[in-house]
């Protein structure tokens, strides 16, 4: 097949996903910006409790999910332009807010939740959740296969390497990788550079 042909192929999908979306999903939604798409074969549970801001774009085989006692505003955000790439999973027991132009790589995973783990208190999976407020900022950039857990703190044009594990606070304008996610470099506002901490390359 042809470039060109793929090309319109790929048009042709995203513009039925996008109709299917406005006429079919919008409804579901506690709130939805105009210019959403959402591709199948997609996950969505609690979509009463999600809002999602203009020109969001989920990828296929995503999961995004809304659980417990729904509230008077929706308890997962997404900002406007965020584009949310496939196999993606969100899934939010309390509170959970990602920022307007988040670009979210495939296979990642973003929670504000997780179980007990009490050894003595039965199996993990039959524990009560214990829910923390989870925030991304604006125009942050996640790498391919990030998890952030709950409770975690992303500030304003951020970017988390793949594969990393993000577990607390990573102030904005940094950049932050490993298990758990380190800060390694700051971006130097004044000299447009990226600079190393004592945790990055020299």
Known sequence: MTNSFLTLRFRLRAKLAQLWTKLILANEFHEIGTGCIIFAPRHLWGCHMIALGANVKIGPYSRIEAHGEAKANAKLRIGTGCSIEHAVHIYCADSLYIG???????????????????????????????????????????????????????????????????????????????????????????????????????
Not at 146 to 164: P, R
């Open 100 to 202: 307007n132009d988040c670009v979210i790589a495939s296979g990642c995973m973003i929670s504000d939740n997780n179980h007990s783990t009490n050894p003595h208190a039965g199996p993990y999976i039959a524990q009560p959740l214990v829910a923390k407020r989870t925030t991304i900022g604006k125009n942050v950039w996640l790498g391919e296969n990030v998890a952030v857990l709950q409770g975690s703190d992303i500030g304003d044009y951020c970017v988390i390497g793949a594969n990393s594990v993000v577990t607390g606070v990573i102030p904005p304008f940094s950049m932050a990788v490993g298990a758990p996610a380190k800060v390694i470099k700051f971006f130097d506002k004044e000299n447009c550079i990226w600079v190393p901490t004592s945790n990055g390359d020299k």
